[in-house]
């Protein structure tokens, strides 16, 4: 078995834990102040990315306080190639953005590993527009090895009031071997997952702390999940059109 995969990733679990702790902590702080103000956590990406927004949300052992903007457009299931072209034109994510209904006091995480797209940087615009505070998740190597495809001429970090830098090179991925020109082994899905559970962990340990009881989802496969899921569910699928 080729290890150096593996020993790719558990050198980026110590570049997060080296690099990204502060900034970790202060975005696990933020959301904790979001949710005891009784706001949301925005999950937005495009493409693969769009699998980090799916993690967090409707999930055992995760926050209940989660709106993935799932826009089909943006999905690979409706077409690889055609969300490509249509991450790469202006506008089409700040719809989705306003439609969700984020506002004041909410948070809006951006995935993207590049951050040089259209939709992701209008949706960071549109969301900081409409109130929310906005965190990138993306690899600072690979976003300032490139040219942004947006109108401003910013890059996703550059826009954002935090960045969550995920320590992935360009392109992604890691990994070469002997008679193959490309690159194998993409590092962003990995490692971006856990710096979104690594937060969710935080913030639920800072809302204790502040005697608040977080809202967690069990496992509807295990006694008495679905009882605590029901309730937990008709407090917010008002507000979370898709819970």
Known sequence: MNIEYINNIRR????????????????????????????????????????????????????????????????????????????????????????????????????????????????????????????AMTSLEHSQSVSSRHSSGKLLYEVCDYCLDNGGEPGDASISLDGLEQKIGPTSSIIDLLITNTLIIGTVEILIQMGVKPPVFISANVDDGELNNDSIIKKFQTRIKIL
Do not use: W
């Open 12 to 135: 980026l679990m110590q570049f997060i834990e080296e690099t990204e702790a502060d900034i970790i902590d202060k975005v696990s702080e933020i959301c904790a102040d979001a949710i005891y103000r009784d706001r949301l956590l925005y999950f937005f990406g495009t493409g693969h990315s769009h699998m980090i927004c799916e993690e967090p949300f409707y999930r055992a052992g995760g926050l209940a306080s989660i709106y993935p903007v799932l826009e089909p457009i943006f999905m690979l299931h409706e077409g690889a190639s055609k969300s490509s072209i249509y991450e790469r034109i202006e506008g089409n994510a700040a719809v989705a953005i306003e439609q969700s209904g984020i506002g004041e006091g909410d948070v809006l995480f951006i995935v993207s590993n590049s951050g040089r797209n259209c939709a992701p940087i209008d949706a960071a615009i549109e969301g900081r527009r409409l109130g929310a505070t906005t965190i």
